[in-house]
């Protein structure tokens, strides 16, 4: 009796080396066949269970199927190169009264989006990215307000962030810990009428299909991105909008404090992640 | 699903290379941005969206129409023209875009016969 148990247990952590989801699978049955208080689950199973949390971090790009990932890696095709070139435009361009273009003030643009979002000091308020051109295009460049999912904002975001490429996120100052702490709290909190929280999603099932689809890390590193679903180019929280409409919560606004907290917690999760903006989704 | 689209800016890309020898056929690639509204959809607040698409694309090359096509509502938006072209001599090709509304968007390029 005794050596068969070992037999079995022994054929159950071989299972568990040779391969830690089969593991997952066999654990129950397992469990089934010693009827009495059976061996404990054994640290190989229990481990996988911790690490999941620790994966590795892959881009959403690495989710999606070759054609959409062709599209994104070919410079021309890139539909979001089309905002781009736009944003470069518009970055020369002088507007507002005074005349004044982004360039006048910001000759080095390269590598600052991956700063954001940081606290503006003159407002003293965590801003993304797309609130601090709000912000600059009204208060420096006294010019008429821009939407923050407007082509302009869009423009100039995707300039930046394409600007930006290759490099990781930059690590979140210690001065930001309430912020970053108030996103986690987002991140985890199970919200809607299906109870789900980002983490249920994109932490515990990533790599796995919902319908048709392979769930991400819902990493941020792409954004703003061309989805062929929406036929156009959208920022990050266009697509926490879809996310929570998707599980049936109220959304929050674009720009919003909840959001742009989301957003500083996504950057902490992207280590070592480079941007590589503007990407192409499904 | 009255009032007609206001008249906008394409923004364009053309992969086009500038000098190419003598009877090579190269790939001519274009990209423009426009939504290609096809008319079916409703806004949020159950209307209509009114069409707004591109009807025609054409290229012409030393005067000659050597590429064209027609787009219906259902293409997506910013469509992306690929298509080969034989280079025989130096001159000009032509990228027109022409809106439902009959406004035409024109990029001429320049190619080199060596």
């Known amino acids: 009796m005794t050596s068969r148990r070992l037999s079995l247990m022994l054929l159950f952590a071989l299972v568990h ?16 066949l010693s009827s009495e208080p059976g061996p404990e689950p054994s640290p190989e199973s229990r481990s996988t269970a911790q690490t999941k949390a620790q994966t590795k971090a892959k881009q959403g790009y690495d989710y999606q199927s070759s054609d959409v990932q062709s599209l994104q890696d070919d410079e021309f095709s890139n539909p979001g190169m089309l905002w781009v070139d736009e944003g470069r435009e518009l970055f020369a361009q002088p507007a507002g009264a005074d005349g004044q273009a982004c360039l006048d003030c910001h000759q080095q643009p390269a590598g600052m ?5 940081r606290i503006n000091p003159r407002l003293n308020k965590l801003v993304g990215l797309t609130g601090q051109v709000q912000i600059c295009r009204e208060t420096h460049q006294n010019a008429t307000p821009i939407a923050y999912e407007s082509r302009t904002a869009l423009a100039l975001t995707a300039y930046l962030a394409f600007l930006s490429r290759g490099e990781p996120f930059q690590p979140v100052a210690e001065s930001l810990q309430a912020d970053l702490g108030q996103g986690r709290d987002y991140y985890y909190q199970r919200k809607g009428q299906l109870n789900l ?5 994109h932490e515990q099932n990533a790599g796995q299909y ?3 689809d392979l769930v991400s890390q819902g990493q941020s590193t792409g954004y703003p991105i061309y989805r062929l679903e929406w036929q156009t180019l959208g920022s990050l929280h266009r697509r926490f909008r879809s996310c929570d409409i998707g599980v ?3 959304p929050y606004g674009l720009g919003s404090d909840a959001y742009t907290r989301l957003e500083l917690y996504l950057r902490s999760r992207s280590q070592p992640l480079p941007i590589s903006a503007p990407a192409v989704r499904k | 699903m009255s ?4 008249s906008m800016t394409l923004k364009v890309r053309i992969s086009l290379p500038e000098s190419v020898a003598a009877n090579d056929i190269v790939e001519v690639k274009t990209l423009v941005s426009h939504p290609m509204e096809s008319g079916f959809r409703l806004n949020g607040m159950g209307e209509g969206i009114p069409r707004n698409i591109l009807s025609r694309f054409f290229v012409t090359y030393r005067g000659e129409m050597i590429f064209e ?15 080969s072209l034989r280079a025989t001599e130096s001159g000009e090709v032509r990228f027109l875009w022409e809106q439902q509304n009959g406004e035409v968007t024109e990029v001429v390029r320049q190619l080199a016969v060596l």
């Open chain 2, 3 to 6: 009032e007609a689209p206001e």
């Open chain 1, 210 to 212: 919902l319908r048709g």
């Open chain 1, 113 to 117: 989006a991956a700063y954001y979002p």
């Open chain 2, 69 to 83: 096509t027609i787009f219906g509502p259902g293409v997506a938006a910013n469509p992306y023209i690929a298509f």
């Open chain 1, 17 to 32: 080396i040779m391969s830690p989801a089969v593991a997952e699978l066999n654990y129950e049955p397992s469990a089934e």
């Open chain 1, 197 to 201: 929280s980002c983490a249920e999603c």
């Open chain 1, 248 to 250: 049936r919560a109220e």
